[in-house]
Nanobody, 123 residues
């Protein structure tokens, strides 16, 4: 299938860590962009990070730099988002999305979206 599938969401305390997973098997392009976005009710969707599957180039939103890491499994099917030192404002529905290069941190550059996985951060 082309639609990515997210998993790994859950509840964590402030300062904790969580790993999200995005399965990208079936996408028709050899090199593409995999992005993570998040959204909370009443707010616009926010770009978190992306990775270019060919060059492995990564980029992050300012609010997560130094705390989150996006990477791709050697199997070239799975993309991870490792989230450390989580804050209350990191809570939300996290979406994985696929797009065609050049990669940019805007949702209009991504045309295949997963259903999302929920992240809750409590103090």
């Amino acid at each position: 299938q082309e639609q990515p599938v997210e998993s790994g969401g859950g509840s964590v305390q402030t300062g904790g860590s969580l790993r999200l997973t995005c399965e990208t098997d079936g996408y028709q392009y050899r090199s593409y962009c995999v992005g993570w976005f998040r959204q909370t009710p009443g707010k616009e969707r926010e770009w978190v990070a992306f990775i270019h599957t060919g060059s492995r180039y990564t980029s992050y939103g300012d609010s997560v730099k130094g705390r989150f890491t996006i990477s791709r499994d050697p199997s070239e099917i799975t993309v991870y988002l490792d989230m450390n030192n989580l804050k209350a404002e990191d809570a939300g529905m996290y979406y994985c999305a696929l797009g065609i290069p050049p990669c940019r941190g805007v949702d209009s550059k991504f045309d295949n979206w997963g259903q999302g996985t929920q992240v809750t951060v409590s103090s």
